[in-house]
T-cell receptor, first 109, second 112 residues
Framework: DAKTTQPPSMDCAEGRAANLPCNHS???????VYWYRQIHSQGPQYIIH???NNETNEMASLIITEDRKSSTLILPHATLRDTAVYYC??????????FGAGTRLTVKP | DTAVSQTPKYLVTQMGNDKSIKCEQN?????MYWYKQDSKKFLKIMFS???????INETVPNRFSPKSPDKAHLNLHINSLELGDSAVYFC???????????FGSGTRLTVV
């Protein structure tokens, strides 16, 4: 059961904002949206998570629509080191994090 | 200091052998996990332990047995290795509900 839908790949110019969309139309009221990324065979790296409100940290911003059926991860100034596979996950609690295929983001010079 | 460390980083072994992968976290987290990433790059959860107690046990062959001697360690023992077990295995930990996971750097297992 795929709980989230993400585009398989995206490109972004270095220095520009990268906006990665995620659809989660079947999300339940108490499920959180988590984002991770995996840089070329390294271990996945936690980025951010949220429930209803928009969230921001030192890595990224997470925008969740009012109906919670979709979200967007924003990397404000993408660098070449942000090239990675980005995973959007919905989870009731964090003890059952199931990864999908993700979006392969390529940041180009 | 590495937060979640796995050993070995690479493991090449013959079919039928028994091997273990060790995982240690120095973050004081309560929950630890094992994930498998196959050649198609899909990450699948295998096991989850909370304070040494098994929480999640996905449909994994019983040749795979996790062992948690204490809260900081979750080792993965694999009996009678098969070619299809070749993959990268990731250990992770988290402090509890509503927090992100910290992953180790992975163990690349190759069964020949």
């Amino acid at each position: 059961d795929a709980k989230t839908t993400q585009p398989p790949s995206m490109d972004c110019a270095e220095g520009r904002a990268a906006n990665l969309p995620c659809n989660h139309s079947t999300i339940s009221g108490n499920e959180y949206v988590y984002w991770y990324r995996q840089i070329h065979s390294q271990g996945p790296q936690y980025i951010i998570h949220g429930l209803k409100n928009n969230e921001t940290n030192e890595m990224a911003s997470l925008i969740i629509t009012e109906d919670r059926k979709s979200s967007t991860l924003i990397l404000p100034h993408a660098t070449l080191r942000d090239t990675a596979v980005y995973y959007c996950i919905v989870s009731l609690r964090n003890n059952d994090m199931r990864f999908g295929a993700g979006t392969r983001l390529t940041v180009k010079p | 200091d590495t937060a979640v460390s796995q050993t070995p980083k690479y493991l090449v072994t013959q079919m039928g052998n028994d091997k273990s992968i060790k995982c240690e976290q120095n973050l004081g987290h309560d929950t630890m996990y094992w994930y498998k990433q196959d050649s198609k790059k899909f990450l699948k959860i295998m096991f989850s332990y909370n304070n040494k107690e098994l929480i999640i046990n996905e449909t994994v062959p019983n040749r795979f047995s996790p062992k948690s001697p204490d809260k900081a360690h979750l080792n993965l023992h694999i009996n009678s290795l098969e070619l299809g077990d070749s993959a990268v295995y990731f250990c992770a930990s988290s402090p509890g509900q509503f927090y992100g996971y910290t992953f180790g750097s992975g163990t690349r297992l190759t069964v020949v």
